[in-house]
């Protein structure tokens, strides 16, 4: 990881705003929480990538706008874990952009459902939500991320 230094803190800080951001446009649509959920924010989720200041930013990101859209703490707490699990398996990835969009999508899949079913009482099953949320995250880190991947590869922005 680079030096923790005021550039990384300020690239950081811009990522969890701009997730904020994104986040509250796709709730004003209905498409941030729920058994069908599109967050437009998870595109962000290809940016550690070009950064390992992405990886908090994404993190702090997920916790204030799951604050500030009134989801419960647990969620949170582990819709917030999901988003980091993600953020660092993309990290990981970087050299594979091809493939690094995978890992938030596994990681949301596999625990969204879990907290809609046990913090929400959604009743749906957990393979249909497995199913809901994870078409909703390969549109926004599948196919959003790699258009802002591919947008971002030639510039030198980080």
């Known amino acids: 990881m680079k030096k923790f230094d005021v550039k990384t803190l300020t690239i950081g800080g811009a990522i969890a705003a701009l997730y904020v951001v994104l986040t509250l446009v796709a709730n004003a649509f209905g498409l941030a929480s729920g058994a069908i959920q599109v967050r437009l924010s998870e595109a962000l989720t290809i940016l550690p990538c070009f950064t390992a200041a992405a990886i908090p930013g994404l993190t702090v990101g ?5 604050l500030i ?15 980091l699990i993600g953020a660092a ?6 050299k594979k952009p091809l ?6 999508v596994l990681s949301n899949a596999i625990i969204v459902p879990i907290v809609l079913q046990k913090v929400y009482g959604v009743p749906d099953s957990f393979w249909y939500l497995m199913l809901t949320v994870g078409a909703g995250e390969v549109i926004a880190c599948g196919i959003l991320g790699l258009l802002l991947y591919k947008a ?3 510039t030198k922005i980080f």
């Not at 997920?62 to 799951?66: K, R, S």
């Not at 859209?69 to 988003?83: E, H, I, K, R, Y």
């Not at 398996?89 to 970087?94: A, D, K, N, P, Q």
């Not at 493939?99 to 938030?104: Q, R, S």
Request: some cysteine.
């Open 62 to 66: 997920c916790v204030l706008a799951n």
């Open 99 to 104: 493939l690094a969009w995978i890992p938030p």
């Open 89 to 94: 398996g993309t990290y990981l990835l970087r």
């Open 69 to 83: 859209t009134g989801c419960a703490l647990w969620d949170v707490v582990f819709g917030s874990l999901a988003t």
């Open 152 to 154: 971002l590869e030639k």
